[in-house]
């Protein structure tokens, strides 16, 4: 395999480029500035693209020898996401955030540079059959966007057998990778319950339906869904993280409202405590002369699952890259969530993880006001986008 390394990465290029995004976050759905600058790089590159799929996503797609977009042969998609968080970063350094309120916090803007790396080597040298798919998408933070390129068509007009990504993970040194076969980001569901009774004067509370002290137990018994009721080897979660109710200290109000999120690993599990989140909210409302309303939010998203021959591959490819010890091929589940699992629904594919180590600064991880990419990761990023991409094409060419 001609793994056209020796071509030269421009490191201090992409290093620029990287900070440039760094300094210049967008948020979902709004990463026109962003687009325009990958829109740039690839076409220096002479790499023909599709813009706009999902308002401001990109298809970037690289032919290998004797292939174009009529006749593309076997296709590979590799996924990068471009928005940042609205955040107030802190950091010190001359790369950090010139846009109030915004920040590249989860490292996006590294993901979407190590893939412009990779163009860079698989547009060097075309001695590979079949055509790589560069998906630079929006929105992966709430926006669902992966969905939204999805929506507008993204494997018809884009065809893939099988799709992969990368997200940088501070809780793995640099210079290590992960990846596992099965469910490797949870399942992320918001619902909100809205318990009603009756307000009054909070001295004549007999006169009135309390909804605080039902939703107080509401909140108490819901701890019990995960604790009691699911399996402790498939891991879930669910937080109460607002309760909003009444105005004032003499007041009895009329309702209160519940919100929260559920994190699963499994179907099973989040239909549980979908489930449970009912049937508890509504007969403890009940036993009080309250009612209760669940409901769930629009955008959650699915658990991102890698396919079992995609996962294996991806994690060859991590050890030939990194070696052995620091390929880690069955790492524990993460319980955040990520919209690459909606691509996983429809193609086989697989989700890693790049170690970007804590930098010196323990306690400071993704989403952390004074998180940063880690820049030794374009390189070998970039290294291993190249390399999945052509041993995938080995294996196509072996069947
Ligand atoms: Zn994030
Ligand atoms: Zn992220």
Redesign the pocket.
């Known amino acids: 395999m001609n793994l056209a390394e020796g071509a030269a990465l421009r490191i201090n290029q992409l290093t620029a480029f990287r900070r440039d995004l760094h300094m210049h976050p967008e948020l979902k759905y709004e990463e026109s500035r962003t687009a325009d600058k990958v829109a740039a790089y690839l076409a220096a590159l002479g790499i023909p693209m599709v813009r706009g799929l999902g308002a401001t996503g990109i298809v970037a797609s690289i032919h290998g020898k004797d292939r174009s977009a009529g006749n593309p042969g076997p296709a590979v998609g590799i996924r990068a996401?471009m928005d940042a968080l609205p955040l107030q970063e802190i950091n010190p350094f001359a790369h950090a955030s010139r846009n109030e309120g915004r920040m590249h916090a989860?490292?996006?803007d590294g993901?979407t540079t190590m893939v412009l790396g990779a163009a860079e080597l698989l547009a060097a040298n075309r001695d590979f059959d079949g055509t790589v798919h560069l998906i630079f998408q929006p929105a992966?933070?709430g926006g669902a966007g992966a969905r939204a390129m999805m929506d507008e068509g993204l494997f018809e007009k884009f065809p893939c057998q099988a799709v992969f990504a990368l997200?940088?993970w501070p809780a793995l040194p640099q210079g290590q990778m992960g990846v596992r076969v099965g469910p490797i980001m949870a399942a992320a569901r918001m619902f909100e319950i809205v318990v009603r009774g009756r307000g009054g004067h909070a001295a004549l509370p007999h006169t009135t339906i309390d909804p605080i002290p039902v939703a107080c137990a509401i909140v108490g018994q819901l701890q019990t869904l995960v604790s009691r009721g699911t399996d402790p080897l498939d891991a879930a979660v669910l937080t109460v993280g607002s309760i909003q109710s009444g105005t004032s200290a003499n007041i009895i109000p009329d309702e209160a409202r519940i919100q929260g999120t559920c994190r699963n690993l499994t179907e099973a599990s989040q239909q549980f405590l979908m489930d449970g989140l009912r049937r508890i909210s509504s007969h403890i409302a009940e036993a009080h002369f309250a009612t209760a309303e669940v409901s769930l939010k629009p955008g959650g998203y699915p658990n991102t699952s890698n396919h079992r021959k995609e996962a294996q591959f991806m994690g060859e490819v991590m050890r030939e890259l990194v070696g052995d010890d620091k390929a880690h091929t069955d790492v524990l589940p993460a319980m955040t969530a990520?919209d690459f699992g909606f691509m996983l629904q429809e193609v086989p594919g697989a989700y890693g993880w790049i170690g970007n180590g804590a930098g010196g600064k323990p306690g400071v991880g993704?989403h952390n006001p004074g998180y940063d990419f880690n820049d030794d990761n374009l390189a070998l990023g970039a290294r291993f986008w190249n390399r999945l991409a052509r041993r995938w094409f080995e294996t196509q060419a072996q069947r």
């Open positions: 996401d989860c490292g996006h993901h992966e933070e997200h940088n990520e993704l």
